[in-house]
C-alpha cells in the first residue's frame, strides 16, 4: 500500500478560503493520476477534482469548477486543492485518491480530511 496523507481541513465560514495537500510516500504516480472526492453525511462520496500527473491535465466536477484549483508538486509528489469562495454545501470530509495508470482504478486513498463551512 501507498500511503497518502491528506491534510488541511477545518471550519471556516461561507466565502472563506483552504487549501489540502495530499502527500504520497513510497512511490508515484508519474504514469496516473491524484484527485480528491469528498463525501458529505448520508451522501454518496463524489468526485471533485483530479490531475494527470505528466501532463497536469485538470478536471472538476461542475459543483467546483471556478472555485476550486487542482495542482501538483512533482518535487514533494504531492497534490493540493485550493478551495475558494467556500459554500456550506462543500461541507464534506475529502479524500485524496491516486490512480497508477491514467483511466484506470483509484487504488489508493487517504484517510479524510474533514471540511465545515458554516453560514
Do not use: H
Not at 471533485?48 to 476550486?68: L, N, P
Not at 493540493?80 to 487504488?107: K, Q
Amino acid at each position: 500500500q501507498v500511503p497518502l496523507v491528506d491534510t488541511g481541513g477545518g471550519l471556516v465560514q461561507a466565502g472563506d478560503s483552504l487549501r489540502l495537500s495530499c502527500a504520497a510516500s513510497g512511490r508515484t504516480f508519474s504514469n496516473g493520476r491524484m484527485g480528491w472526492f469528498r463525501q458529505a453525511p448520508g451522501k454518496e462520496r463524489e468526485f471533485v477534482a483530479a490531475i494527470r500527473w505528466r501532463s497536469e491535465y485538470k478536471y472538476y466536477a461542475d459543483s467546483v469548477r471556478g472555485r476550486f484549483t487542482i495542482s501538483r508538486d512533482n518535487a514533494k509528489n504531492t497534490v493540493y486543492l485550493e478551495m475558494n469562495s467556500l459554500l456550506p454545501e462543500d461541507t464534506a470530509v475529502y479524500y485524496c485518491a491516486a490512480s497508477p495508470l491514467l483511466g484506470g482504478t483509484w487504488d489508493y486513498w487517504g484517510q479524510g480530511t474533514q471540511v465545515t463551512v458554516s453560514s
